[in-house]
Each structure stands twice: as structure tokens, then as C-alpha cells.
């Protein structure tokens, strides 16, 4: 099918498109038999996206059909926008990637089911992940998808799956955080470390979070018990010592980080170091030479040194929603994007100084 193509705007909150003809009625609801989605056709910077107009998808056996609300925007879109490290194109495309469709996270209203589909109706309120979440409809597979919380809005709910993943499983899996330990958060205040220090707190750790000096009240309003100021504290050259560290920002050698272990503490990796990921060996394998390094090093040292890639999980998504329901975590979102404005949320990704988590409303 050949596609109409729409520039994406920098500017506007979207792009109008004439509405197209429905098709047939699902419940109440008349489903479009076009729809805005948000495409590219090679690897590149937020420059490659194109705003086009799309057959509506069909829910096949065991999906159903979403009427995408809002969706999260984190480091993954941007990492597959520009295919890096270049070894994932081996998944995802060697030259041109295999899926023109962006987005992970989504929220929306389930206008439509598949066959075999027992838990969803039509109206219900869904969160989950699925692949070409910027789009006005998705088929996302029911295993994907629960009944969003009921205390956060759809835009706040699209936000939570990638980051509450990696959080989660940073602590409890890789770190195997137990109640009462120390837990240190190296890069409190992005999409992941607002999570994480919330998630901490839940299951019971004293929590020091390090961000910038223009977010340490951001910081502590998510239940740090204490923040350091990196810009005027080095964490790893001080006296205190944590049983966990979960390091996000990567902004010292693994030597620097170990300093600030307990003698059987544990360090998560999450990501590779957020310096220069467009240029030398990291546009390759994303760093994972330090995750190898760190691997070698767990077998001389008592302490734990663990890379993480997080894993999307429905049993976790519904350990988040918990959480959420009993008042212990909330996602923080600090930037609404339009669909039309893509470009912009993706490029300030790319920045690694973003606040809390940033949602495209479509």
C-alpha cells in the first residue's frame, strides 16, 4: 500500500488530516478505515519521521484493537530510530529497518477483539506495550495489555511499562534488593530513575538518589531519602557505602563504583554510558564491553556486578498496577507532545537530561 506522507510539524501541537470514511461500528464507536501514524523509511536522526496515513489495522486471533490515547517516549525510540548499537540490526534491519512503525508504551480504549479474546471489551481502558504505539489505532496481542489503573489518567498510564520494567527489574531481579538495605540511584531524575526511586521505597530500602542541583527537590518529592548533587559531590569518594547500586547514568569507571559498594553489594548496569552514544565503539555494541568487563570482574569480587536488558513481562506490568492502585508509585510526566511532534520528544531523549517521563497525546 503506498502511503500519503505529511511532514511532521516542530511546531504545532499536530497535524490535521481530513477525516477518512468509517468503516464498520465497534460497539458504539464508528472505526476509520484511515488513521495518522508516525513512519519512517531508513535509519536516522528525528529528521527521517514522516507523519502518514494508514489502513486502520484489523485485530487478528488473540488481539485486540486500541484506540491509542497517549504513548511514552524513552530511550528506546530514539536507540531504534537510529538502529544503534549497530549490532541490533540484526534484529531489526541491516539497512532499513523491518518495522516503520515507532513507539512501545501506549495507553488507550479497546474499541475492538479479535477472536478468542475473553478478557477485553469494547470500552474497556487499557495500558501495555506493543510495537507502533505512535498511531492513531493499534492490534496490540491481549497478553500485552491490562485495564489501566484506576487513579492515573490514560497519558500517565502510557508512560509506565518500558521504565517501570527496567526499574523493577533492576531492584528486585538483578539487585535483589531486600527491606532495610541502602540503595543508591545514579541518575535519580530521568524517565527510569524516577521510577526506580520510587519502586525502592516500596520495597522497603533507604534511598539516596544523584541528579543535577536543578533536581534535587524533584528528587526528593519522589521519596529519596537523601540526594546528592553530582555537579558538587562525587558519590564515589565519599564515606557511605550501599548494598545496591543501580547505575543509570554511568558517569564513573566501574573501579569509581565499586568504591562506593558494601563488600558483597551489588551494581545493576542499566543501558551503556550515556557520553557518546553516536560516536566510536558505543554506535557498535552500545557499550557492552563494560557489561563484559563487569561479568569478569563478579568472578574475582565478592560483590555483584550485573548487566541488565529488562524484559516485558504482563505479570510485572500487573505488579506496577498494584503499586500504582495502593498509592506507592505514580509516573511522573513533565512533557505532553503532540503526535505531529514527535520529532521534538525524541530529540530531547537524545539529551539524557530529560525530567521524569515525556508522552506523546495523539
Do not use: C
Request: a neutral charge; proline letters at 4%.
Amino acid at each position: 500500500m503506498t502511503a500519503q506522507l505529511i511532514a511532521l510539524s516542530d511546531s504545532s501541537a499536530g497535524i490535521q488530516v481530513q477525516p477518512a470514511s468509517a468503516s464498520a461500528t465497534s460497539g458504539s464507536e464508528r472505526i476509520p478505515h484511515r488513521m495518522r501514524a508516525v513512519a519512517r523509511d531508513s535509519y536516522g536522526g528525528p529528521e527521517v519521521l514522516r507523519l502518514t496515513e494508514l489502513d486502520v489495522p484489523r485485530p487478528a486471533a488473540g488481539e485486540v484493537l486500541v484506540r491509542v490515547a497517549a504513548a511514552g517516549v524513552g530511550a528506546d525510540e530514539w536507540h531504534l530510530l537510529r538502529g544503534l548499537p549497530y549490532a541490533s540490526r540484526l534484529v531489526t534491519g541491516l539497512t532499513t529497518p523491518k518495522n516503520q512503525l515507532l513507539g512501545l508504551d501506549l495507553a488507550g480504549v479497546v474499541v475492538g477483539v479479535g477472536e478468542g479474546v475473553t478478557e477485553f471489551a469494547v470500552g474497556d481502558e487499557v495500558f501495555g506495550w506493543s510495537a507502533g504505539a505512535y498511531a492513531e489505532y493499534v492490534a496490540v496481542p491481549a497478553n500485552q495489555l491490562l485495564v489501566k489503573p484506576h487513579n492515573l489518567s490514560l497519558a500517565e498510564a502510557a508512560v509506565v511499562p518500558i521504565s517501570g520494567f527496567t526499574a523493577l527489574q533492576a531492584l528486585r531481579d538483578a539487585g535483589q534488593l531486600k527491606a532495610g538495605q541502602r540503595v543508591l540511584i545514579n541518575g535519580a531524575s530521568g524517565g527510569v530513575g524516577s521510577f526506580a526511586v520510587q519502586i525502592a521505597k516500596a520495597l522497603g530500602a533507604h534511598v539516596t538518589g544523584v541528579a543535577s542541583s536543578r533536581n534535587q527537590d524533584f528528587v526528593r518529592s519522589l521519596g529519596a531519602d537523601e540526594v546528592i548533587d553530582y555537579t558538587r559531590e562525587d558519590f564515589t569518594e565519599g564515606p557511605a557505602r550501599y548494598d545496591l547500586i543501580v547505575d543509570l547514568a554511568q558517569s564513573h569507571s566501574l573501579e569509581e563504583t565499586r568504591r562506593a559498594l558494601t563488600e558483597r553489594g551489588s551494581l545493576v548496569l542499566v543501558g551503556s554510558s550515556a557520553r557518546n552514544e553516536l560516536s566510536g565503539r558505543l554506535r557498535w555494541f552500545k557499550g557492552t564491553d563494560r557489561w563484559f568487563k563487569a561479568l569478569f570482574l563478579s568472578l574475582f569480587s565478592r560483590q555483584r556486578l550485573v548487566p541488565l536488558v529488562h524484559e516485558d513481562k504482563l505479570t510485572d506490568l500487573a505488579f506496577l498496577r498494584e503499586l500504582i492502585e495502593a498509592g506507592k508509585l505514580r509516573p511522573v510526566v513533565t512533557q505532553r507532545f503532540g503526535l505531529g511532534e514527535v520529532r521534538r520528544a525524541i530529540a530531547a531523549t537524545e539529551g539524557h537530561s530529560v525530567r521524569g517521563k515525556l508522552v506523546i497525546e495523539v
